[in-house]
């Protein structure tokens, strides 16, 4: 179980988040819906640890992490830029957080094959991943993200730069690969539809408070 409680933060004297609480619990994607500017992505960045509330706690699995750096969190992000290593190919950007958690060069290198296979990219390992179209960059992404075995999956609009039959069918794809992985994890998007085919439960973003949508 994933758990916000009473989070506050402000932006420029303004609230952006107050006594914001949430619950998500393990395999259960829930998602965060809200106009530009609403503090979506700052609500996200507190989960990663990338930014620190004003006041209230950060909570996994019963231990309080809001002071825990971002690395040791176990969460993986993915936000529209996704930011793969251009100087690397597909394989070695899929085995790079193994090897930062010290898994040796070759066996991260085997694991990240057989992720990339699973996700219907073995043919790519060799690639630049400049060379992938942006269906295929995402599902990299998704491997690199998978593949450290997360706590917790923090998906900021992540399909929003592909067309739209490509965004369907990734949405079915990572929300079964969220289930099977039996991950908690939030989805940051605008978009209704993207929530309703991603998500259990929604909550709007309006006036720095979590309003319950289903
Ligand atoms: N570090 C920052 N630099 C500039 N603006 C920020 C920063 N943090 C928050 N803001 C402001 O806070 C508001 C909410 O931002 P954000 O969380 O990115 O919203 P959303 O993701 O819902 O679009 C925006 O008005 C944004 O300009
Ligand atoms: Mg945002």
Not at 55 to 68: R, Y
Request: no cysteine.
């Amino acid at each position: 179980m994933l758990e916000l409680r009473d989070i506050a933060k402000q932006w420029d004297h303004r609230p952006l988040l107050a006594g914001v609480n949430l619950r998500v619990a393990a395999g259960e994607t829930v998602a965060l819906l809200g106009p530009s500017g609403s503090g979506k992505s700052t609500l996200l960045k507190i989960v990663a640890g990338l930014e620190a509330p004003e006041a209230g706690s950060v909570w996994f699995e019963s231990q309080d992490i809001t002071n825990l750096p971002p690395e040791r969190r176990g969460f993986a992000l993915m936000f529209q830029d996704f930011a793969l290593f251009p100087h690397l190919n597909v394989q070695d950007n899929v085995a790079f957080g193994l090897i930062e958690q010290g898994v040796p060069r070759h066996s991260a290198r085997e694991r990240a094959k057989v992720m990339l296979e699973r996700l219907g990219l073995g043919e790519h390992t060799e690639a630049r991943v400049w060379t992938l179209s942006g269906g295929e960059q995402q599902r990299v992404a998704l491997a690199r993200a998978l593949i450290t075995r997360p706590r917790a999956l923090l998906l900021d609009e992540p399909f929003s730069a592909l067309d739209a039959s490509l965004r369907d069918q990734l949405r079915a794809e990572f929300r079964n690969r969220i289930q099977a992985a039996g991950m908690a994890a939030i989805l940051v998007t605008h978009d209704e539809q993207e929530a309703r085919a991603m998500a259990q439960h929604a909550w709007g973003l309006q006036d720095a408070r979590l309003v319950s949508l289903w």
